[in-house]
């Protein structure tokens, strides 16, 4: 007789958990009595089957096989997991949904400085392709600029986010960066900040893979239970609403799903490592149904990534292993989006709340070598038009000459971008915008 002990304490922690939520947050009695009901049948089904013998049937079964009621078994058991999977996530979507006055939600930003010079000659000296180890060696810097008004973007992020009500409902923020550079020089210790280290999560580093990163960060130590996932070009231009993230059905996600075959997705370590994952997705669920939507943020709930990963181990150690992107890694955003839907905790969805601009692809195109030749007036005015318009918007994802200094420091001038107009222009419309310090600044 085999009880199968782990789905049993899974049942009694669901069951202790409904407890605990009439108490706390006021479950209808309906539901709750509906929830002890379906423990006692889970309980009676699951004993009752693990009493069935695996025997072989001498007179209807010639192969002489044995008659595969584990298969059966196995299905049961699997529904009664759902079950507990379904409840638990209800019990946490009910704690999100409950009070918006709560301190709820963290965020966990990623965050890179290839400026550093220890980050830059450590990704030479790692074995790989050229193209991979392109942002590493000597600091193309001619005009000896000083480097500590660099890689600003993420200040006025979180100044976004105090204007437009996010802080209201952080718990607290986690900044993930490379132990190869210092955290951001312009944000001061606080107790709703924390700057997490790659080296604290894997022991793969140094890490230049954005798929191996975000393969990580559910492992961040005292993680809440909700976290909106972002990079740290991403901005509130109008006011924060959870509705856009999450309702009743569970998580929504932004843009609508698609029949394209994942195999259709595309081949390279960030296209194909989306292609893998919709493989993977596809494989588990049997569905058709998937997006390929990013660069925008998104809501994690944390028990669904451990158990993706439960689900998918050597994936998730082989990606986080991984010094490199590569079509072989699993691209964490898209396959959450799609794992979270297909496990019925959430639904595709239209976000016309989200917009941006990338100037590397629309106003200064590579190469974009502002050291030689910058943009023209007319670029630049192209430039301010699509900035006074972003408003339309809740969040945007602004990238690319001007906004950041990702490629700045290239020696290989057809692959930098550069412009000093469109960065005087960007940090005018930075400032105006958010004009007003977030708590984590340093003072001047």
């Not at 049942?11 to 209808?28: A, D, G, N, R, Y």
């Not at 309980?43 to 025997?55: D, F, G, N, R």
């Not at 292609?275 to 049997?286: D, I, Q, W």
Request: charged share 20%.
């Amino acid at each position: 007789m085999q009880l199968y002990p782990a789905f049993f304490l899974e049942l009694i922690s669901c069951f202790l958990q409904s407890h605990v939520e009439l108490q706390s947050t006021h479950m209808p009695r309906l539901q709750y009595y509906q929830r002890i009901v379906c423990f006692i049948l889970a309980v009676y089904v699951a004993i009752l089957w693990s009493t069935l013998p695996v025997s072989i049937d001498r007179t209807h079964n010639t192969s002489m096989q044995p008659i595969r009621r584990n298969s059966h078994k196995s299905a049961i058991l699997s529904r009664i997991a759902r079950f507990t999977n379904t409840s638990t996530f209800d019990a946490s979507l009910q704690r999100l949904l409950a009070d918006d006055s709560l301190k709820k939600l963290d965020l966990v930003v990623t965050w890179v400085n290839t400026s550093s010079q220890r980050w830059r000659d450590s990704l030479q000296k790692t074995p790989g392709k050229a193209i991979y180890r392109i942002d590493g060696g000597p600091l193309f810097n001619p005009s000896k600029e000083p480097l500590n008004d660099t890689f600003v973007e993420l200040k006025y992020m979180l100044r976004s986010f105090e204007k437009f009500g996010l802080m209201a409902i952080v718990r607290k923020v986690f900044v993930v960066h490379s132990q190869l550079h210092a955290a951001p020089n312009y944000l001061q210790g606080h107790r709703q900040l924390e700057f997490v280290q790659h080296s604290s999560l894997s022991s793969h580093t140094p890490i230049f893979n954005r798929n191996a990163i975000d393969s990580l960060v559910h492992r961040i130590p005292g993680l809440g239970e909700w976290y909106l996932a972002l990079m740290d070009d991403q901005f509130l231009v109008s006011p924060f609403q959870l509705s856009h993230f999450v309702g009743h059905k569970g998580v929504r996600i932004c843009g609508p799903g698609n029949r394209i075959p994942p195999s259709k997705w595309g081949s390279d370590g960030y296209r194909g490592a989306m292609a893998t994952s919709g493989a993977l997705v596809l494989k588990h669920f049997g569905s058709q149904m998937q997006t390929q939507s990013d660069h925008e943020p998104y809501l994690a709930w944390r028990h669904a990534r451990e158990r993706m990963q439960a689900l998918w181990p050597q994936q998730h150690a082989d990606t986080a292993a991984s010094v490199f992107a590569s079509r072989y890694n699993i691209h964490m955003g898209c396959l959450y989006k799609n794992f979270i839907v297909n496990s019925r905790h959430g639904e595709y969805t239209k976000c016309d709340w989200y917009g941006g601009l990338h100037t590397n692809s629309h106003i200064c195109p590579r190469p974009c070598d502002g050291f030689v030749s910058d943009v023209s007036d007319q670029k630049l005015q192209s430039f301010r038009n699509h900035m006074s318009q972003l408003h339309s918007k809740t969040w945007v994802n602004l990238q690319g000459p001007g906004f950041d200094d990702a490629y700045r420091f290239r020696l290989d001038a057809h692959n930098r971008e550069y412009s000093p107009k469109l960065r005087k222009a960007a940090r005018e419309w930075f400032e105006s915008m958010y004009p007003i310090p977030s708590r984590f600044e340093k003072k001047n």
